[in-house]
Structures are given as C-alpha cells and as structure tokens.
C-alpha cells in the first residue's frame, strides 16, 4: 500500500509545508498517518482542518486593525503632548503660530494615516474574499456539492477511473458531498455496451 512505503513517509516528514493525512479509512492507520503533521479520518475533515475558517481570519483581521488605529492614535497623542509641551515654554513664545502650525499639520498626518490604515484593511479583506472564493471553486467538497462523485475501489483506496478496472464481485466507496456509498459491482460495462 503506497502509504505505508519509507519514500513516502520519508518525503511527507521531509515536507516543509504542514501536511494532514486523509487516507480516508478510520480503522486503517498507516505509516504516513503517522509523521504526518496531523491526520484527518476523512479527505472532508482534512479540508476543514487545512482552510481557516473565515470568521477566525476576519476576527484576526479586525483585531489587527483596530490594535495598528489604537497605536497610531496613540503615537499622535504623545506628538501633540509634545508639541504642546514646546509650546508653553517661553522661548517659542513668539513662533507659536508656527508651532499651530506643525500642530494642523500633525492632525493632518494622523487622519491620512488613520484613512490609509482602513483603506489598506479594506483592500485586504477584498484579497481575502477573492482568495476564499477562488479556493471554494477549486475545493473538492465544491465539486462533491455540485453533484460529482469519486469512488475508490477496496480495500487498497485506489481511485476509480475507467469501467474496466473493476471486476464483478469488487467493492467500492464513492464519496458523495453528504457522506458515503459502500457496493459491491454486479456488473461492468464499457462506453460501447452502455
């Protein structure tokens, strides 16, 4: 069986990227279950484990942005604290309209960083839409849901492609998008006999 041979376990453990094990069969574990970073009992749950969820990533993504706001905001206060120091004192008693204004020209500042901050977050959260949704059409569970199906024959899991690579008496497990078939073949027919 191809998942219980050293290239492959050599390989998944070598892999610099997070790998997670799907062979698919809950009662079977097999050497690449096992120096696999993670292992799913099914390809679905593999999935899963391998895409954040979406709310996690936006959470993430809120959060960050409103720490960058409250550190930018903060920054200006400590300037305009200064600023405002500097301008008590009485050797810039007379330039103090130039101190008034560094002063617009620091709010200025804080609001076009404050407005470039939410428009970088925006464009952001648009790559991440665009990402999430190009993964969802690519997704095998997006294939499944579409009404395609795959079928492996047992025991070995090989994926079925062709009519003749089963034999009556063969028993199959196709993966539906809500669950999964198990059948034995009764009978095998070529594109000419169907």
Known sequence: WAFNEEVVA?????CPV????AVGHEIDVTIADLVADRRALTPSEAAELAVPLHSEVRAELDRLSQRMQSAL???ARQARLQVDGLAARRCFAKPLERIHA???QLDDLESR????MRTRLEQARRDYAAVAAHLEALSPLGVLARGYSLTKVLPDGRLLRQAAEVRVGDRLSTLLADGEVL?????VRGDEEA
Do not use: K
């Not at 050599?10 to 070598?14: E, F, G, T």
């Not at 997070?18 to 094990?21: A, D, G, H, L």
């Open 73 to 75: 905001v903060q920054r």
């Open 113 to 116: 960083l404050v407005r470039g």
């Open 102 to 104: 560094f002063a617009t």
């Open 183 to 187: 059948s034995t073949v009764t009978d």
């Open 10 to 14: 050599r390989a998944i453990a070598a």
């Open 18 to 21: 997070p790998v997670v094990s």
